[in-house]
Structures are given as structure tokens and as C-alpha cells.
């Protein structure tokens, strides 16, 4: 049972355009979206996140798009530049009753391609 | 000053042996992860650990397992390697606080198994 969902799997875009990357989840409970990038031979790091009780969120030209009712967030990249060019994961988690978080529960990733 | 240290970067071994990878954050963190990324990128949690409880993924198998020394390091051991165990993992921390923050990866450890 996948519980977050991504989309597409990879994705190529002219540099200056913009790259849109989906998400859906299915488990209720999650309460934190993060969006992760990751370069080759490099971990994950991390990219914006968003928690649900706002719709959007900007950094840079970087934003999320979260729809609560849908359980579907989204990432923007405006002005997509080469050095984009990374896989791109959206994950999921939610608190623990005893405080703290489970770990986080990743898309399958998209491979971003941003052509000179 | 990296914050979240692996060793060995590569790991290549035989069937059947035993090995370890070792984790250390200097980030003050409460909470460490254990996460393996398959040959199609697909990161998935093997372990989390917060200094008084394991939370073990279940479809890990038992040759896995965490051993955590002090707050700042937890290790993964791995019994009797099998050709599936080849991956990349990863080492994780976050603080534990009241809501969820961002989990600071490692550099990864690429496993091959022969």
C-alpha cells in the first residue's frame, strides 16, 4: 500500500519554465508535507515544507500548493534553471502520541531534467 | 563540522557476511532514522529511534538491526547479507519536539553484495 503518490515519474522543461510536480496522500493523519531534493550520490536534502493548516507556501521560487480536501500537494518551481536538474521527493509524516514524529513516509521520486 | 556522518561511503561484501554502518549527528537531535533507498530511488524507513523507544518498520527484516550507543550515534548491523540487501542507506536525525521538523540526511552508504 503506497501512501503518498507522486507524479510524474520524471520530467524535463526548458530552462526559464516552470516544473510542476504532484503528490497525493491517503492517510488523515499525516500533519507535515516536506519536499525534498536529492543530486546524485548526495542524501536528500531538504526543500520547503508545508503543514496543513495553510494552503500555500513561497520560498524563493520554490512554492507548494496543498489542497486538504483533495489530500493532494503540490510543487512549483518558477524560473526552472539547470542547476534544478535533481530528483525530487514529497514525503509525509505525523506526530507520535508521545511526542515526536514518525519517519517519513516518501514519494517514489521525480527525476527533473531543466534543458539549457 | 558535517551534520549527519556515515561511514563506510561504500560497503562491498559477500553473501552471508555480517556488517555494520555506523551514524553519528552532531546536531543535538533526539530522534535518529535508519532509511533504504532501492535501485529505483524509492526511499523507505527502516527504523526510527528516539533514545527510549525503537520503532521498527515491519517488513524489515530481523537481520536488521539498531544499535544506538548514546543519543548522538546509531548504527546499523546487518547478519548473513543477502544480494537484495544491496541498496543505499541512509541516516537521518530530527529534534523530536511537539511537531514535526526537518530530518537531516547523511551522505549514504551504497552496499553491494556479491
Known amino acids: 500500500q503506497q501512501q503518498v503518490k507522486q507524479s510524474p515519474q520524471s520530467l524535463i522543461v526548458q530552462k526559464g519554465g516552470i516544473s510542476i510536480i504532484n503528490c497525493a496522500y491517503e492517510n488523515t493523519a499525516f500533519d507535515y508535507f516536506p519536499w525534498y531534493q536529492q543530486f546524485p550520490g548526495k542524501g536528500p536534502a531538504l526543500l520547503i515544507a508545508i503543514r496543513p493548516d495553510v494552503s500555500e507556501k513561497k520560498e524563493g521560487r520554490f512554492t507548494i500548493s496543498f489542497n486538504k480536501s483533495a489530500k493532494q500537494f503540490s510543487l512549483h518551481i518558477m524560473d526552472s534553471q539547470p542547476g534544478d536538474s535533481a530528483t525530487y521527493f514529497c514525503a509525509a509524516s505525523k506526530r507520535r502520541s508521545g511526542g515526536g514524529a514518525d519517519g517519513l513516509t516518501f514519494g517514489k521520486g521525480t527525476h527533473l531534467i531543466i534543458q539549457p | ?114
Not at chain 2, 563506510?8 to 553473501?15: A, C, D, E, G, I
Not at chain 2, 546499523?76 to 537484495?84: C, F, K, P, Q, V
Open chain 2, 1 to 114: 563540522d558535517t551534520a549527519v556522518s556515515q561511514t563506510p561511503k561504500y560497503l562491498v561484501t559477500q553473501m552471508g557476511n555480517d556488517k555494520s554502518i555506523k551514524c553519528e549527528q552532531n546536531l543535538g537531535h533526539d530522534t535518529m532514522y535508519w532509511y533504504k533507498q532501492d535501485s529505483k530511488k524509492f526511499l523507505k524507513i527502516m527504523f526510527s529511534y528516539n533514545n527510549k523507544e525503537l520503532i521498527i518498520n515491519e517488513t524489515v527484516p530481523n537481520r536488521f538491526s539498531p544499535k544506538s550507543p548514546d543519543k548522538a550515534h546509531l548504527n546499523l548491523h546487518i547478519n548473513s547479507l543477502e544480494l537484495g540487501d544491496s541498496a543505499v542507506y541512509f541516516c537521518a536525525s530530527s529534534p523530536q519536539g511537539q511537531a514535526n521538523t526537518e530530518a537531516f540526511f547523511g551522505q549514504g552508504t551504497r552496499l553491494t553484495v556479491v
